[in-house]
């Protein structure tokens, strides 16, 4: 069991480049999530999935968009890449609405 | 707005002590509550959880109090050791998906 992986594990990107961040759990769990991280700060939910086919925005999702089109993978794609982005990357999936399993984390640089 | 907030950004405590970690929250619909520890280049992992129709739930050497009247709430971890070493995460869950987390305490356990 690799539990939740996400891929590359450290990116740095030009101002107005694209990329996908990876993520995949083999839990079967139907919840998945993205937070990103800031210096001295807690997690941000960005956007999560309560199923194939279903997304919803979290708390900063502007910037950003996700798909859900199996159970396993939910990427995260960031179309123009900003300095503001630069952040630390995590995808979580769970069973339930509360106990979270997360991923490695992905660092991010935007210049 | 910042609904959940840890205000120590770290502690510091010999090894065997007893470790208090605090976290307030100001959203009153919030009904789950959750700590996470993180080490360095890793992703968080779940620690305990409390539901807000308790006062108190207990894991081996972790404890966590909840107050609901002074929307508070801590962990305790008795007798501490120098592998709980780490940076805890306060997070908080209402009625739907969206996940709230402190800022996060960085926790030093001293031999």
């Known amino acids: 069991n690799a539990g939740v992986t996400q891929t590359p594990k450290f990116r740095i990107l030009k101002i107005g480049q694209s990329m996908t961040l990876q993520c995949t759990q083999d839990?079967?769990?139907?919840?998945m999530y993205w937070y990103r991280q800031d210096p001295g700060m807690g997690l941000k939910l960005i956007y999560y999935?309560?199923?194939?086919?279903?997304?919803d925005k979290g708390e900063v999702p502007n910037g950003y968009n996700v798909s859900r089109s199996t159970t396993e993978d939910f990427p995260l794609r960031l179309e123009l890449a900003a300095p503001s982005q630069t952040s630390v990357y995590f995808c979580?999936?769970?069973?339930?609405?509360?106990?979270?399993?997360f991923g490695p984390g992905t660092r991010l640089t935007v210049l | 707005d910042q609904q959940v907030k840890q205000n120590s950004p770290s502690l510091s405590v010999q090894e065997g002590r007893i470790s208090i970690l605090n976290c307030d929250y100001t959203?009153?619909?919030?009904?789950?509550f959750l700590w996470y520890k993180k080490y360095p280049a890793e992703g968080p992992t779940f620690l305990i959880s409390i539901s807000s129709i308790k006062d108190k739930n207990e894991d081996g050497r972790f404890t966590v109090f909840l107050n609901k009247s002074a929307k508070h709430l801590s962990l305790h971890i008795v007798p501490s050791q120098p592998g709980d070493s780490a940076v805890y995460f306060c997070a908080a869950l209402y009625n739907n998906n969206d996940m709230r987390f402190g800022a996060g305490t960085r926790l030093t356990v001293k031999p």
């Open positions: 959203n009153s619909m919030f009904d789950y």
């Open positions: 979580a999936s769970s069973e339930r609405r509360d106990t979270q399993y």
């Open positions: 999935s309560v199923g194939a086919g279903i997304t």
């Open positions: 839990m079967n769990h139907n919840y």
